[in-house]
């Protein structure tokens, strides 16, 4: 029962009864003196009850109210009165809605618009900046669908398309939707307003394309299942194949490998991801009818993002022509595996259409990606599924650069965006309760603002208002036990090789085998994380610097002084860098191992192979990297410092630290490593974490500790020290030396190179290559 629900017991009588006589006098007590029944004198000898009784039923209301109010607004309002606002301040408001009493949006008054009594079951929505183009005249020769386009700031004012319906700003603007007020002027997330038109005139179906996409055969049927059953009839359906959910440490997909390209990656994949180009080992089978999102793959130039187009350009006048494989089956995501969908080839059915609110708070590039992740998450909440389709349209590359700015933030996000949505969960009742509770956590979480959070609420209201039905909620498989894959539930599917493009030159066989030699690294160093320390300008080179390393690693975590929460780059002092490394390992405490850094010790991977990752690693057979100081005679003041800092702790070691420490190092002597790289497998993490905390604040520098820490955790005996014994080191460059004087694929690591930006990152990545040539596809 709610506290509302109950009443209160009273501990004291001293409430008047209906007559308003004293308690006394109204039960007629024959042994009390009478009383004057004047209330100023009444009220004058009661004054202490009458105060009494009005705090109690203050207190009571107060704890009324906090208890029984079911919105977080009513404790937070309390709150403030009580002057504790400014932890609480900075939160989102959650939005209030009526969902039962959204009120209906007329359609258009028939002398308004010719097109106002107009209703078609299928629909193409386009955004148009210019006039006409022929692939968008063709759109409106595809029999059986209605094409919209929608105008923005930059549309002419005289467009006309013959067959086509065009919603003008002016025209937009008297539709009566809320949306309207937060959709930006000049933009193609205007198509928002197209779709609630489309979905108020009929729309079953609606193919969400732009004015370059020409479909191929001008049959989207051909492509599409376009007429999907209702859930009663689901297993009369053909099957498809689906990515298997055997690993659910996965949950991201590459699909345009499974199409023939594995050298291309679709805009909105994790670069984290792009170096995962193996083929599926097997595939499990789901009942078609219910992938209420499908995704189109486009020849010619396909959804990719800034970094592969312009890493694959060898001149500014080149043009692509990638083609995927026509005959490759549709493929199926189960719950927990997600892909990128974009806003210019997909098809969503009238149970997804609430998925195609396009957000308003991020930038251009980035908002189809955002919503094609957060409406595949919803999508699970109502039993559907996305699934990838054969290539449906051709798109015709103009050789324009791609703005890489406004794909900023969705590289650095994206990978944490996927895996918040696999484990979001919601008890709200019904989906757009669950829709707008994704939205504001996602706002909570900074993936998009609170515009969004406003926006979602105003374009569930406005499907409501145009009389959409909420699709029904379903059980949640993920929060399910997992039926285990038997033999008999695997499909196996090899898919085609296609030629690709690498710096305008058509694959050849031997790239069979150097996408050999990269599986085979990314196994060995795909559960160790790489901890790279920045001392440039990190918005110059970390996104490069992740693209490099990323295809390798578990992850790689950047660290500078110049943080940058935007790029991912976390605060740390080289003079201390050990300091920060705690943390890391708390963060993934499943990793095999941890690699440390500086991004002027550029790392061959490749000739590290033969590495154990259960020992040590340091450059303690470099000469010129490990050094040992005599502390007799004339030191510096810095160097007795630090060697009375280090006596010091050392006395604080447990005894098996202190043990092994005391008996590798000599009396008078001080040990400096530049120790611009390392590894820590994970079984030495406890002992390096305990040693930073016997450091705590004292001020002993990096080159200084790690010497110490590896000498106090195993004997050099046990160190892996031919490892890192070939690295390239040299202290004193010659003032004519070229930036890349010093390089060698042949050793395990080069020290000094020195990239400021991204110029000398494609000359590094071009001499890299004689050791990794697929690294020729990043420049």
């Not at 020769?141 to 467009?159: C, E, F, H, M, Y």
């Not at 201390?576 to 010790?601: I, R, S, W």
């Not at 002597?669 to 930073?692: A, G, H, M, N, W």
Request: charged fraction near 20%.
């Amino acid at each position: 029962m709610l506290v509302q629900d109950r009443s209160p017991p009273s501990s004291k009588p001293a409430s008047l009864p209906a007559s308003g006589l004293p308690y006394a006098v109204a039960h007629g007590r024959r042994f009390s003196p009478a009383k004057s029944l004047d209330f100023s004198t009444w009220a004058s000898e009661n004054l202490y009850k009458i105060l009494f009784v009005c705090f109690l039923a203050l207190t009571v209301v107060s704890i009324f109210f906090l208890r029984s109010s079911g919105d977080v607004a009513a404790l937070l309002c309390f709150e403030k009165s009580s002057g504790s606002a400014s932890s609480v301040s900075s939160r989102i408001p959650y939005p209030e809605v009526s969902w039962l009493s959204v009120p209906p949006i007329k359609p258009l008054d028939l002398s308004a618009a010719s097109f106002a009594s107009f209703r078609s079951d299928r629909w193409i929505v386009v955004s148009v900046s210019d006039y006409p183009t022929d692939s968008l005249r063709a759109l409106t020769r595809i029999k059986g669908w209605q094409l919209l386009a929608v105008g923005n700031s930059a549309t002419p004012a005289d467009w006309s398309l013959k067959g086509a319906i065009f919603l003008s700003l002016d025209q937009q603007a008297g539709l009566g939707f809320r949306t309207v007020d937060f959709l930006p002027y000049h933009s193609y997330v205007r198509k928002s307003i197209g779709y609630l038109f489309a979905i108020q005139h009929g729309a079953k179906v609606i193919f969400d394309a732009d004015d370059r996409a020409e479909v191929l055969g001008a049959d989207l049927a051909h492509h599409f299942d376009v007429d999907l059953a209702g859930e009663e009839t689901a297993t009369k359906h053909p099957v498809l194949l689906q990515y298997s959910h055997a690993d659910p440490n996965r949950t991201v997909v590459n699909p345009y490998i499974h199409f023939g390209q594995r050298s291309v990656w679709p805009r909105g994949l994790p670069l984290e991801s792009v170096g995962e180009v193996g083929h599926e080992e097997f595939y499990t089978m789901v009942f078609g009818g219910r992938q209420f999102i499908q995704q189109g793959l486009s020849n010619g130039l396909p959804d990719v993002d800034s970094v592969f187009y312009f890493t694959r350009k060898s001149s500014g006048l080149e043009i692509f022509d990638i083609h995927f494989d026509e005959e490759a089956p549709k493929v199926a995501l189960p719950q927990g595996l997600m892909a990128p969908v974009n806003s210019f080839n997909t098809i969503f059915h009238t149970q997804a259409f609430w998925g195609l609110m396009l957000p308003v708070s991020v930038s251009s590039m980035a908002s189809d990606v955002l919503r094609g992740y957060w409406a595949q998450r919803i999508l699970w909440e109502i039993g559907g599924f996305m699934a990838v389709y054969p290539p449906t349209i051709h798109r015709v590359d103009t050789a324009e650069g791609y703005p890489f700015i406004e794909e900023k933030d969705l590289h650095v996000n994206v990978d944490r965006l996927i895996k918040f949505l696999v484990s979001w969960r919601s008890n709200k009742r019904t989906l757009f309760e669950r829709i707008l509770h994704l939205s504001y956590a996602m706002a909570e979480e900074g993936f998009w603002t609170l515009q969004d959070v406003q926006f979602t609420a105003a374009w569930l209201q406005d499907l409501l208002a145009i009389g959409y039905q909420q699709p029904r909620l379903m059980s949640l498989e993920l929060d399910r036990p997992r039926a285990n894959i038997g033999e008999g539930d695997t499909r196996k599917f090899i898919p085609k090789k296609l030629p690709s493009v690498h710096l305008g030159v058509e694959e050849v066989g031997t790239v069979n085998y150097e996408i050999g030699n990269l599986i085979r690294w990314r196994k060995y160093f795909g559960n160790v994380v790489l901890i790279m320390y920045c001392s440039v300008p990190v918005d110059r080179i970390a996104l490069e610097w992740r693209l490099l390393y990323g295809r390798i690693f578990k992850t790689v975590v950047i660290l500078s002084e110049q943080s940058d929460p935007g790029l991912a780059v976390e605060y740390g002092q080289i003079s201390e860098a050990y300091k920060y490394l705690p943390k890391v390992f708390n963060k993934f405490q499943e990793a095999e191992g941890f690699l440390f850094l500086q991004d002027d010790m550029i790392l061959n991977y490749w000739n590290l192979l033969q590495a154990d990752k259960t020992k040590l690693w340091i450059t303690n057979k470099v000469p010129e990297s490990w050094v040992s100081i005599s502390t007799d005679g004339n030191d510096t003041d810095w160097h007795v410092s630090q060697t009375n800092l280090v006596k010091k702790i050392a006395d604080n070691f447990p005894v098996h630290l202190q043990t092994s420490y005391k008996e590798s190092v000599t009396e008078g002597k001080l040990l400096i490593c530049s120790s611009e790289i390392f590894y820590i497998p994970q079984r030495f993490v406890t002992d390096f974490s305990d040693l930073v905390g016997i450091v705590g604040d004292l001020h002993i520098h990096h080159r200084i500790a790690m010497p110490v820490f590896f000498l106090a955790m195993d004997s050099q005996e046990n160190f892996d020290s031919k490892a890192l014994a070939t690295v390239v080191y040299r202290t004193r460059p010659q003032a004519n030396d070229s930036f890349m004087s010093s390089y060698t694929a042949q050793a395990p690591a080069v020290y000094p190179l020195k990239v400021r930006n991204e110029y000398d990152f494609i000359k590094l990545i071009r001499a890299m290559a004689s050791g990794d040539p697929l690294l020729l596809e990043l420049v």
